[in-house]
């Protein structure tokens, strides 16, 4: 039996006040969309997903189009936004007559695998609705229970006073028999205070109608969280954060601070790792073992892979936007580690240094001050302070290619295409245009001349 997914993501997200559609604005680097998405993914079983659009639908289904996902998508248009249960309603002709549904507010997006089999399977031939129970249930529905069995679902626009104190809410998540589902949905009403069809009023009339209605209590309050607004995205945010850095303390990483730690992406993180405050990590970040991140350091960016090796120390205030950095490197602090790049083993690149789509070789520094741009530079070469590689005359880019255990003096321009060979120096202050061959000793300046007896300025009068 394939289990079907109805995910809701028609709603205008008014409250967001963004022109971008609620269920796509990112949390934690990804579409609220992306991560229930991404979690049915995971889920061992065979489903299928109807996704039910309204606000900007062409921008929500490119992106769920977009997803690499083992199953299919069923784009369902809602026209108007007659409610949650009008929602729901759109997709009841693309449902087979057994098997379950599990509705999914897009909304809501950090629910759990283990929490959606869980409901699945409580569901049983009737319905399981997921609640929790949290300290200030504004704006939430309550749940009404009577005998301790849940026999309503009360939004707060339509509540009393004293259903109002009712901590108990609906988190919007529910797995329903799709007979059941079929029987009941189209029997919704309209009269409450917003006029919608309220997909909450379906534990009412499962009630009325004598059919069971299970609830399954979360785990974690943060996979109930919803996102109506920027402060309760902030709010989740942190949230997901903090179980994030947790989840690493638990395997070994030194997090300094866990209310000071981001991950935009994925992290795999070996052995005796310390991350300080501060750091951003996006994308796909791989770190080795024994590597050392201190403060205020952007590791990654979004769609790209970063690898860490073993041993890297990376400096405060470090920017590694991708690629490769192989063991015991020492990155910054203030350094700038742009794509396409690769470090070897042991290379230094030092401070206010910007290396793009670059190759260095294993023992060489680049230690001040200085721009490496599509070049290759050789192992044990030394890189003087200041030095420029001249990569682009305005129209196209060329390579620098700089030998092993060459040395390039500071403040030197080497204005490619151009070859520095083999255990060649430059001498400080030049600007090479032509190929300095293996060992050779290239000046490329103004001679110095000292001159005596010379007309000194003076004071205009
Ligand atoms: C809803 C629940 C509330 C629950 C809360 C949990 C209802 C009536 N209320 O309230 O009990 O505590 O979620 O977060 O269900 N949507 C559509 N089409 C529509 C209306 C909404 O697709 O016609 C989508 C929205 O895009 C959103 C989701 O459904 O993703 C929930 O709608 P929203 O308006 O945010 O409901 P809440 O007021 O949060
Ligand atoms: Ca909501």
């Given at each position: 039996m394939i289990t079907q997914f109805i995910l809701l993501a028609?709603?205008?997200?008014?409250?967001?006040?963004?022109?971008?559609p609620k269920v796509l604005q990112p949390l934690a680097g990804k579409p609220l969309l992306g991560h229930l998405l991404h979690t049915i993914n995971n889920l061992p079983f065979e489903k299928s997903c109807h996704l039910i659009t309204g606000h900007q639908s062409e921008r929500v289904e490119a992106y769920a189009n977009d997803q690499a996902l083992s199953f299919s998508v069923n784009p369902i248009y809602q026209?108007?936004?007659?409610?949650t249960g009008h929602a729901v309603q759109q997709a009841l002709p693309s449902l087979p007559d057994e098997g379950v549904s599990v509705i999914l507010y897009?909304?809501?997006?950090?629910?759990s695998a283990k929490t959606l089999s869980r409901l699945i399977e409580d569901a049983k031939d009737s319905l399981c609705l997921l609640t929790q129970v949290i300290e200030n249930p504004t704006g939430y529905g309550r749940i009404i229970r009577e005998k301790g069995h849940a026999v309503g679902i009360i939004e707060e626009k339509d509540a009393t006073d004293d259903q109002r104190m009712?901590?108990?809410?609906?988190?919007g998540m529910m797995a329903v028999n799709n007979a059941v589902l079929k029987s009941l949905l189209?029997?919704?009403?309209?009269?409450?205070q917003q006029q919608e069809y309220y997909l909450t009023d379906l534990i009412a009339l499962a009630h009325r109608e004598a059919l069971p209605v299970y609830t399954l209590d979360v785990d974690n309050p943060m996979e109930a969280q919803g996102v109506n607004d920027k402060r309760q995205l902030a709010s989740l945010e942190r949230a997901y954060q903090l179980n994030f850095a947790n989840q690493l303390l638990m395997q070994?990483?030194?997090?300094?601070d866990p209310e000071r730690f981001d991950c935009r992406g994925t992290m795999t993180v070996g052995r005796d790792v310390s991350i300080d405050v501060n750091c951003i990590f996006e994308g796909e970040v791989a770190i080795g073992e024994g590597v050392s991140i201190a403060s205020h350091c952007v590791i990654g960016s979004s769609n790209h892979k970063t690898v860490i090796g073993d041993g890297v120390e990376i400096k405060p205030?470090?920017?590694?936007?991708s690629g490769v950095i192989e063991a015991n490197c020492v990155i910054g602090p203030f350094a700038r580690i742009r794509p396409n790049t690769h470090l070897h083993e042991k290379v230094k690149v030092g401070n206010f240094v910007e290396v793009k789509k670059s190759e260095i070789h294993a023992g060489a520094k680049v230690n001040h001050l200085t721009y490496i741009g599509d070049a290759t530079i050789g192992s044990n070469a030394n890189i003087g302070a200041?030095?420029?590689?001249?990569?682009?005359d305005g129209v196209n880019k060329s390579k620098t290619v700089i030998g092993d255990n060459a040395f390039i003096g500071s403040n030197s321009s080497l204005v490619a295409p151009v070859e520095v060979k083999s255990g060649a120096v430059v001498g400080a202050g030049s600007t090479i245009t032509r190929n300095v061959e293996d060992d050779q000793l290239a000046i490329a300046r103004g001679k110095q001349r000292n001159i005596d007896n010379w007309p000194k300025p003076s004071k205009k009068s």
């Open positions: 028609a709603g205008a997200g008014t409250r967001m006040r963004s022109n971008m026209a108007e936004q007659l409610g897009a909304d809501v997006p950090l629910v009712i901590r108990e809410v609906n988190t189209p029997k919704l009403q309209n009269n409450n070994g990483v030194t997090v300094i205030y470090s920017i590694i936007e200041g030095t420029i590689t001249c990569n682009y």
